[in-house]
């Protein structure tokens, strides 16, 4: 009768005792089971189903054996767990069903930010005042500030499921610093000038590189990911489906849902391409590739360096970041009086609401000939049924 090699063994005529490993103790707890074989064995399943639990962090010991001393005990105890070693583990979780991009920016953030901040304190310390006081003295933008609160937010949510702690302290809530109204933001498009300088200046697969860019709006982790099967010459469209970011090794799905798209091929991103299939099209499925090694781009960042940079020394234009040539593109639909909802969508935006946010001064407004087209359309008929109803002889 006894079974004792597994962890289980029979406690008494009623009962079935459970030896397992939790938090560093070895704990013992009792089922109201008769010891009969089966009931063993059950009893062998419910503890191999125990220590899955305490494997990948779901073990909730009060729900588990909620008459048990020991339930109290641990509660305590993971309310007082230290919130560096808490955020390591979370993410060593996580990283199974993160984005690697997603999974290296919270290890950044985690590292060089919350632990510093808040690593030597335990989960059970940790309220609203206390990230107030730490993040005042962190001077970043908002943005950043965002960034790094929601990492910590996705973190103690987990927390609170696991009920490790009662609630979120920032849950519906995120601390702000003032910011200065700033004259100018990041949104540097480059001159019609500019773009034409840099053309002239760019020669085969660099010119095909930044002519494609100006006229697509891609993020450039899109434009390196790109594949020759994305595009679809007699519709007239490119499929935008992945990107490749510094962290992933591999290209992976588009940053959001939104971001996967179809984007319609322009004429000029057309010449782009039809210059580029003449150079690469042989070469594999990557449409642009590395200009000096001839292999695909590794990173978004690489870009800068091989291809922006010498192009705009030898053009002799303003530094600007890859990423502008997306405002650009931007910029020009919008002043050419393009649907903003149109843009929004060739852009990967969810709606068109940051269009006019960012690009607003773009977007056309009161110039000379507005209301030119609505007067040209309507205005004669309301002119002929002004006419009618003031005219007795009618």
């Known amino acids: 009768m006894g079974r004792d090699g597994g962890g289980v063994r029979p406690a008494s005529s009623s009962s079935i ?16 089971l008769k010891p009969t074989a089966a009931n063993l064995k059950k009893a062998e399943q419910h503890k191999s189903a125990i220590e899955y639990a305490i494997s990948n962090g779901t073990f909730d010991y009060a729900a588990t054996f909620p008459r048990s001393k020991r339930a109290a005990q641990f509660a305590r105890a993971s309310s007082n767990q230290n919130i560096g070693v808490y955020l390591d583990e979370w993410l060593e979780r996580k990283t199974k069903t993160f984005k690697s991009s997603t999974t290296a920016l919270y290890r950044s953030i985690i590292r060089s930010i919350l632990k510093p901040m808040f690593g030597d304190l335990s989960l059970g310390e940790l309220n609203k005042k206390v990230i107030k006081d730490q993040l005042s003295d962190y001077q970043v933008s908002n943005s950043r500030l965002t960034t790094v609160q929601t990492c910590f937010r996705s ?4 927390a609170v499921e696991d009920e490790i702690i009662e609630s979120n302290p920032l849950s519906g809530w995120a601390y702000k610093n003032r910011e200065e109204i700033k004259e100018e933001d990041d949104v540097d498009p480059f001159t019609r000038e500019e773009q034409e300088a840099l053309l002239r200046a760019a020669r085969g697969e660099t010119w095909a590189q930044l002519q494609f860019a100006f006229w697509t709006g891609l993020r450039p982790s899109e434009l390196i990911a790109l594949e020759w099967g994305d595009i679809d010459w007699i519709a007239g469209e490119i499929r935008i489906v992945r990107a490749k970011t510094r962290a992933a ?5 588009t940053k959001t849902a939104s971001s996967r798209r179809t984007v319609k091929l322009l004429g ?9 299939k003449e150079l690469t099209f042989l070469a594999g499925k990557h449409v642009f590739l590395n200009t000096i090694t001839g292999e695909p781009w590794r990173h978004a960042g690489y870009i800068y360096r091989v291809i922006w940079v010498p192009a705009m020394k030898k053009a002799g234009v303003r530094w600007r970041r890859p990423y502008q040539s997306r405002h650009t593109y931007a910029s020009m639909m919008l002043s050419a009086g393009e649907n903003p909802m149109w843009v929004a969508q060739q852009m990967g935006h969810k709606d068109w609401t940051m269009i006019a946010k960012v690009y607003g001064r773009w977007m056309p407004s009161a110039d000379v000939g507005a209301g030119g087209r609505a007067e040209a359309l309507f ?16």
């Open 249 to 253: 090794k591999v290209p992976e799905s």
């Open 17 to 32: 005792e459970i030896t397992f490993q939790y938090q560093g103790v070895r704990c013992r707890e009792r089922v109201q």
């Open 155 to 158: 973190a103690l949510n987990d």
């Open 268 to 276: 000029p991103a057309r010449e782009a391409l039809l210059k580029q």
């Open 379 to 394: 205005a004669r008929n309301a002119s002929v049924m002004t006419t009618s109803s003031l005219d007795p002889a009618l």
